[in-house]
Each structure stands twice: as structure tokens, then as C-alpha cells.
């Protein structure tokens, strides 16, 4: 851990090198469903199509999936949803994932990894949701029940989760580097005024739980309303402004607004809110830029000039 230079008795949670992520073909992975769970053995087994980027997910049948971690960082998180979420999906509004069985290393494979129930739904995006208002308070339903929920024991922010949940600066580095990278493609002035606005926000240090990664693709919708969430590999107890980011990725200017009222979210958390929606978003366009992957420049500019807006609305 290293002091932030600027915010007395602060450390900055250290990430370390990137995760190495591994390869794994669907020929190990129906090796270990047919050696640790035979009674699924005659099932097919097919890759999810954007199956995601910390764990490789497959259909296995109908009705269930399989999670294998692609990299050690991310099989922190294994058991952690194993001996939690069994906890929470009985108090949250809609459904969770359900642990059907914790797998073991084998066949090659060396973390432990998961089957789940599959959810079913439409993964949310700007064109599946035809009453933002209504995915607002929906959103809020569920963000408020999991903050209800009783933190005691709980996992702390840590690499199983990318520290979400503790100091927004552990991303202080990663943000600043992108402003450097995209001076001349958004008003970086701006966008620095929102980032420092963010880091200065202080949490009054009630720890609650959070999701961590309440992304759009972790939203199944039917028929524009939540219907699940999926995901849970960043959750943990601490500060939950991390799950605020949705408010600009995902929903309208009105809609946010609501998503705040009925949270009812002072002024810091939101701050913090729109920095974590920020970073990651300057994060994403910076990287988008040097692939030469316009359409994720487009989706990134989208979400960078919707905090800018909150932000320069906000003074």
C-alpha cells in the first residue's frame, strides 16, 4: 500500500501487474463437468457467445452455465459468490445467480470454478430500454435492498474485486494517464475539474454491500424491466458509490436524476458516483482510440460527455 501524495493518512491499494489470462477450450471443459459432475455429463456444452472477459461462461444444457476464471485474480472471486450469494438472493427484489456446484482444478484447468442456474432476460443496452424511468426505479428497488442487507462479516475490497468499493484513487494513475492520452479528443480541462471533484468526495465510512460491476451487460431486462442481475465476482462491503456508475452509462438525464432521489444520494457519494463512471470510461476511449475501434470511442465519448454534463450542471 502507498500514501496518496495529496490526502493525508489515505493509502492506495497497490493492483499489481495485469492478470495473465489463460486459454481454455471446450474440450477441457467438458472433461470437467464429465469427471466432477457425471450426472451432467450427457449435457452439451457450448461458449456463451460474449461470454465476458474475467471468467470464459458456457451453456451447459438449457438451463445452467459454467463460470471458469481466465486468470488467478478472478478465481479469488470463486468462492466468495459461492458462500455469499446463496445469502443475499433471498432479500434482493429480483433474481441472482444460484451455485449449483463448485468445481475443483482438473484436466488442466488449475482454479476452481463454478455452475450457476442460467438467468434468462435481454442484456441491457441504450436500444432495450424503451422507459429509462421505469429501469430507474427499478435499479434503485435493487441497489436499496442490497444496501440494506447486514454488512457484518462481509468481503472487503481487495484484488478479488479490484478494490471496489474502497478509495476511488487506486484508479488516480489509470485516469490521469488517459486525460494525457486523449488531449485533444474531449475538453480535458473539464474532465480533470470532475475527476479531482471526485477524489475529493469523502465516504463517511459506513460500510455497505455493493455489486461492483453493475454494468449494462450485467442487466437482464424483459420487456424493458429488471429482471436479474448477473455477475457478482466484484461485490463486497464498503463504499458503494462504485455501483452509481450505471447512472451515466446506462440511463438519461431525467432517469438519473430519479435514481438519486429515490437512493436518496447526498452530493459526495454522487461525486464519487461519477468518478468511477469516468475513469473507466476515459480508460476505455483512451484504449479504444489506439486500436482504431471507433465504435467503442463513440460508446466511451457517450458516457465521458454525460459525467461532464452532471458535473458542469452540478457547480
Same mark, same amino acid.
Given at each position: 500500500?502507498?500514501? !496518496?501524495?495529496d490526502v493525508p493518512n489515505e493509502e492506495v491499494p497497490d493492483l499489481g501487474?495485469?492478470?495473465? +489470462?489463460?486459454?481454455?477450450?471446450?474440450?477441457?471443459?467438458?472433461?470437467?463437468?464429465?469427471?466432477?459432475?457425471?450426472?451432467?455429463?450427457?449435457?452439451?456444452?457450448?461458449?456463451? +457467445?460474449?461470454?465476458?472477459?474475467?471468467?470464459?461462461?458456457?451453456?451447459?444444457?438449457?438451463?445452467?452455465?459454467?463460470?471458469?476464471?481466465? !486468470?488467478?485474480?478472478?478465481?479469488?472471486?470463486? /468462492?466468495?459468490?459461492?458462500?455469499?450469494?446463496?445469502?443475499?438472493?433471498?432479500?434482493?427484489?429480483?433474481?441472482?445467480?444460484?451455485?449449483?456446484?463448485?468445481?475443483?482444478?482438473?484436466?488442466?484447468?488449475?482454479?476452481?470454478?463454478?455452475?450457476?442456474?442460467?438467468?434468462?432476460?435481454?442484456?441491457?443496452?441504450?436500444?432495450?430500454?424503451?422507459?429509462?424511468?421505469?429501469?430507474?426505479?427499478?435499479?434503485?428497488?435493487?441497489?436499496?435492498?442490497?444496501?440494506?442487507?447486514?454488512?457484518?462479516?462481509?468481503?472487503?475490497?481487495?484484488?478479488?474485486?479490484?478494490?471496489?468499493?474502497?478509495?476511488?484513487? $487506486?484508479?488516480? /494513475? $489509470?485516469?490521469?494517464?488517459?486525460?494525457?492520452?486523449?488531449?485533444?479528443?474531449?475538453?480535458?480541462?473539464?474532465?480533470?475539474?470532475?475527476?479531482?471533484?471526485?477524489?475529493?468526495?469523502?465516504?463517511?465510512?459506513?460500510?455497505?454491500?455493493?455489486?461492483?460491476?453493475?454494468?449494462?451487460?450485467?442487466?437482464?431486462?424483459?420487456?424493458?424491466?429488471?429482471?436479474?442481475?448477473?455477475?457478482?465476482?466484484?461485490?463486497?462491503?464498503?463504499?458503494?458509490?462504485?455501483?452509481?456508475?450505471? !447512472?451515466? $452509462?446506462?440511463?438519461?438525464?431525467?432517469?438519473?436524476?430519479?435514481?438519486?432521489?429515490?437512493?436518496?444520494?447526498?452530493?459526495?457519494?454522487?461525486?464519487?458516483?461519477?468518478?468511477?463512471?469516468?475513469?473507466?470510461?476515459?480508460?476505455?476511449?483512451?484504449?479504444?482510440?489506439?486500436?482504431?475501434?471507433?465504435?467503442?470511442?463513440?460508446?466511451?465519448?457517450?458516457?465521458? /460527455?454525460?459525467?461532464?454534463?452532471?458535473?458542469?450542471?452540478?457547480?
Amino acid at each position: 500500500m502507498r500514501p !496518496a501524495a495529496d490526502v493525508p493518512n489515505e493509502e492506495v491499494p497497490d493492483l499489481g501487474p495485469l492478470p495473465k +489470462r489463460l486459454i481454455v477450450e471446450i474440450d477441457t471443459v467438458r472433461r470437467l463437468v464429465a469427471e466432477q459432475f457425471p450426472q451432467w455429463a450427457h449435457l452439451p456444452v457450448e461458449p456463451v +457467445r460474449h461470454g465476458g472477459w474475467d471468467n470464459f461462461t458456457f451453456h451447459l444444457g438449457d438451463d445452467m452455465l459454467l463460470r471458469l476464471p481466465s !486468470a488467478a485474480e478472478y478465481a479469488l472471486a470463486v /468462492e466468495k459468490e459461492h458462500q455469499w450469494l446463496p445469502e443475499l438472493a433471498p432479500q434482493l427484489p429480483v433474481p441472482i445467480p444460484a451455485p449449483l456446484g463448485l468445481g475443483d482444478p482438473g484436466a488442466g484447468y488449475p482454479f476452481r470454478w463454478s455452475i450457476y442456474n442460467w438467468l434468462r432476460g435481454e442484456c441491457a443496452d441504450r436500444s432495450t430500454v424503451p422507459d429509462p424511468t421505469e429501469l430507474s426505479e427499478d435499479l434503485a428497488d435493487f441497489l436499496g435492498a442490497l444496501r440494506r442487507i447486514d454488512a457484518t462479516g462481509g468481503p472487503q475490497p481487495g484484488i478479488h474485486n479490484w478494490y471496489r468499493g474502497a478509495t476511488l484513487r $487506486t484508479y488516480d /494513475e $489509470t485516469a490521469r494517464s488517459a486525460l494525457v492520452d486523449l488531449e485533444g479528443h474531449l475538453d480535458v480541462d473539464v474532465a480533470s475539474a470532475a475527476w479531482a471533484d471526485a477524489l475529493a468526495a469523502r465516504w463517511d465510512g459506513v460500510e455497505v454491500w455493493f455489486h461492483g460491476d453493475l454494468a449494462a451487460g450485467n442487466l437482464l431486462l424483459d420487456g424493458g424491466r429488471l429482471a436479474a442481475v448477473i455477475d457478482f465476482g466484484t461485490c463486497g462491503v464498503g463504499d458503494p458509490s462504485c455501483d452509481l456508475a450505471i !447512472a451515466w $452509462t446506462l440511463l438519461t438525464p431525467s432517469s438519473r436524476r430519479l435514481l438519486r432521489d429515490r437512493l436518496g444520494i447526498d452530493d459526495p457519494t454522487w461525486a464519487r458516483g461519477r468518478g468511477w463512471a469516468l475513469w473507466k470510461a476515459l480508460s476505455q476511449m483512451a484504449g479504444a482510440l489506439d486500436d482504431h475501434d471507433l465504435p467503442a470511442v463513440a460508446e466511451a465519448r457517450l458516457v465521458v /460527455e454525460a459525467v461532464l454534463d452532471d458535473f458542469s450542471s452540478a457547480d
